[in-house]
């Protein structure tokens, strides 16, 4: 819907009224406890925490603070839950993660309105991107499940037993179901970690396997802060980690788990180039490039954060996407209208801060359209950043905000050059209409996905994960199911 508001200098100007998506489908309970062995426990801890909502900063439940004691519950449970879901046949198995993956659409609004309340993203990405991919997740996993030795000839696959996981807050839900629906289809039980700012759809989740009949302790979801994640690593009857978030925290646990014969896999951060060719469709570009740095505020691991520009569309591109950008609309994320939300946490927002004054310290060129910021909570509008060196530290290090640093390069030889210099190799975009060009790039890009004429596309068959400092391992397609799959011989 739109309204008619007079302008400043007496003209009229089309904007956008409200479209706010009623919360009234979610009621979130004042408190969660544990959810472990199938029942909802109060932590031995004795601890709990708030979460909040980042865009009004309005406490929206209290959440179990899982301590050592906690942990070694769980994974206990785990331990009992394992001997019954590794016992079923493999249809039986699928049978459930169909019964999940048909929830998750059941109940898919619910789901995101309660992750945008819970984490800041916009209500159109939860409900468009988010949910349906975690329930294709659960839907592609199902089919796995009685089809494995199809998957591996001759290798004998076999559960590896207890599966520690650990996700961060950008796609608490999506990452959830990367994790769980692989690890379930192998016939593994899960002890879920979920982020200390975005615990509320993990644990409306432990209702869906309630509502699913999942057989006890397949599942179990303890929420705490880092101290528990470290706390389930550091624990001897794990037989398999994996963990999305921080490369920082990723070494941390590959130090912790050394020597100890547990394997893991590690989906880390990321410092995209996004490549575009003098010879692209442009218009189609610019969307790829918006969508590649402003989805999700830019907290996307393989975000387009660097973008390449051939020297001689510089200037024409640069013009194109100062006016889409001053289309962007912030705010609040329940709004169906709404394509930037709130920065997930205080400390988040702290330190896109800090890069972005570096930024400048630094001699990059800032630019930021014309934005409102509501007055409660954790906003930072669109962000370009021209006159970059690649030595800058918004260059190099990842921000993980709505933040973009633009660099030019001449030849293609130049613009490989220049998007693997970086720590990291997690994912690149390319822009041209020649597709031997794509093929030439793609075969020297040291990236896990190279996007052509496209960003951010994901799909369960389609494995995902890292070179060098984004980790290794892969999630999705049947690489991920060969990480949580022992085999004979
Ligand atoms: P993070 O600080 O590394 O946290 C990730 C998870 O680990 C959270 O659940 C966190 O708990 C927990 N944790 C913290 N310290 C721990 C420790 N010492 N031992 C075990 N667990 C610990 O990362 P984040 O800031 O939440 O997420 C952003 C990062 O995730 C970015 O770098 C992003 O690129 C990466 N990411 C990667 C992918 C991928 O597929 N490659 C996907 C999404 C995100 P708390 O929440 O309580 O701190
Ligand atoms: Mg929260």
Redesign the pocket.
């Given at each position: 819907m739109t309204d008619i508001e007079p302008r400043t200098d007496g003209g009229l100007e089309w904007t956008y009224a409200p479209a706010p998506e009623s919360r009234a489908i979610v009621s979130f309970e004042e408190r969660y406890g544990l959810y472990v062995g199938g029942e909802t426990v109060e932590p031995r801890s004795g601890e709990w925490f708030t979460s909040a909502s980042p865009a009004t900063e309005e406490p929206l439940a209290e959440v179990a603070q899982a301590g050592p004691e906690d942990v070694d519950l769980a994974v206990g449970a785990a331990r009992a839950g394992y001997e019954t879901w590794s016992g079923l046949r493999p249809s039986e198995r699928a049978k459930y993660l169909f019964r999940i993956a048909r929830i998750l659409q059941e109940r898919a609004r619910e789901l995101a309105v309660a992750e945008s309340l819970d984490g800041g993203k916009p209500i159109k990405e939860s409900r468009d991107v988010d949910l349906p991919l975690a329930a294709a997740h659960f839907f592609y996993h199902a089919g796995w499940a009685d089809k494995l030795e199809y998957a591996f000839p001759n290798r004998r696959p076999r559960p590896l037993g207890v599966a520690a996981q650990?996700?961060?807050?950008?796609?608490p839900l999506l990452?959830l179901a990367?994790k769980v629906a692989p690890a379930l289809a192998c016939g593994n039980s899960v002890v879920l970690?979920?982020?200390?700012?975005?615990p509320l759809t993990a644990l409306l989740f432990a209702d869906v396997c309630r509502q699913a009949e999942l057989p006890p302790g397949a599942v179990n979801i303890i929420t705490?802060?880092?101290?528990?994640?470290?706390?389930?690593?550091r624990h001897t009857g794990i037989d398999k980690v994996a963990?999305?978030?921080?490369?920082?925290?990723?070494k941390?646990?590959q130090r912790?788990l050394a020597g100890r014969g547990v394997p893991h896999t590690?989906?880390?951060?990321?410092k995209a180039a996004n490549i575009v060719f003098e010879d692209c469709a442009l218009d189609q570009a610019i969307e790829g490039i918006v969508n590649g740095i402003y989805f999700n505020q830019g907290?996307?691991?393989?975000?387009g954060s660097r973008l390449l520009v051939q020297e001689s569309i510089l200037e024409p591109l640069l013009g194109k996407l100062r006016g889409r950008l001053s289309t962007l609309r912030l705010g609040d994320p329940l709004d169906k209208n709404t394509d930037i939300g709130a920065i997930?946490s205080r400390?988040?927002l702290d330190r896109i801060t800090e890069l972005v004054e570096s930024g400048q310290a630094e001699g990059a060129e800032l630019y930021q359209p014309a934005c409102e910021l509501p007055e409660r909570g954790y906003w930072f509008p669109p962000t370009v950043f021209t006159n970059v060196a690649q030595s800058f530290r918004i260059a190099q290090e990842?921000i993980?905000g709505p933040v973009l640093s633009v660099m030019t390069f001449r030849t293609p030889a130049e613009a490989v050059d220049k998007a693997n210099n970086t720590a990291?190799g997690?994912s690149a975009g390319v822009w041209t209409e020649k597709g031997s060009r794509i093929l030439w790039m793609a075969a020297r890009l040291r990236a896990?996905v190279v996007w052509a004429n496209t960003f951010n596309r994901f799909d369960p068959a389609s494995p995902?994960?890292?070179y060098k400092e984004?980790?290794f391992g892969r999630?999705g397609g049947r690489h991920g199911l060969e990480a949580y799959l022992g085999f004979e011989g």
């Open positions: 650990i996700i961060p807050w950008n796609f990452m990367w970690k979920p982020a200390e700012t975005t705490g802060d880092g101290s528990t994640g470290a706390e389930l690593v963990f999305t978030g921080s490369t920082e925290v990723g941390a646990i912790e590690l989906e880390l951060g990321g907290h996307v691991c393989c975000a997930n400390a988040q990842e993980f990291y997690l896990g995902f994960g890292g984004s980790g999630e």
